[in-house]
């Protein structure tokens, strides 16, 4: 059974910086595409970054480009999400979620079939 797990959420000022993990389990993880998406309080989960399984091809959502990076590293079947220069409307739930075998690299949520409990990220001003 896959399992994915969210970490390193927490509380940072505007211009601040902070990593997310996701930690998988129950998968052949280098045999995947992952990704992040978010979702704020009273909006759509939306995209914001995805990588191939080895790592070599990366997407971003244009509101993140050049502040976030994302990046995995399969021998420890993990993948992280550093963000940089953080604003408040970052602020939201960030979910990790593993592509479908199908899938080599999107920006859809439907490309991506399991889904971590999410980490909260908030952004003060």
């Known amino acids: 059974q896959v399992q994915l797990v969210e970490s390193g959420g927490g509380l940072v000022q505007a211009g601040g910086s902070l990593r997310v993990s996701c930690a998988a389990s129950g998968l052949t993880f280098s045999n995947y595409a992952m990704g992040w998406f978010r979702q704020a309080p009273g909006k759509e989960r939306e995209f914001v970054a995805s990588?191939?399984?080895?790592?070599?091809?990366?997407l971003y959502a244009d509101s993140v480009k050049g502040r976030f990076t994302i990046s995995r590293d399969n021998a420890k079947n993990t993948m992280y999400l550093q963000m940089n220069s953080l604003k408040p409307e970052d602020t939201a739930v960030y979910y990790c979620?593993?592509?479908?075998?199908?899938?080599?690299?999107?920006?859809?949520?439907?490309?991506?079939?399991?889904w971590g409990p999410g980490t909260q990220v908030t952004v003060s001003s």
């Open positions: 979620a593993k592509g479908r075998m199908s899938t080599p690299i999107g920006r859809r949520k439907g490309g991506f079939d399991s």
């Open positions: 990588i191939s399984w080895g790592g070599g091809s990366t």
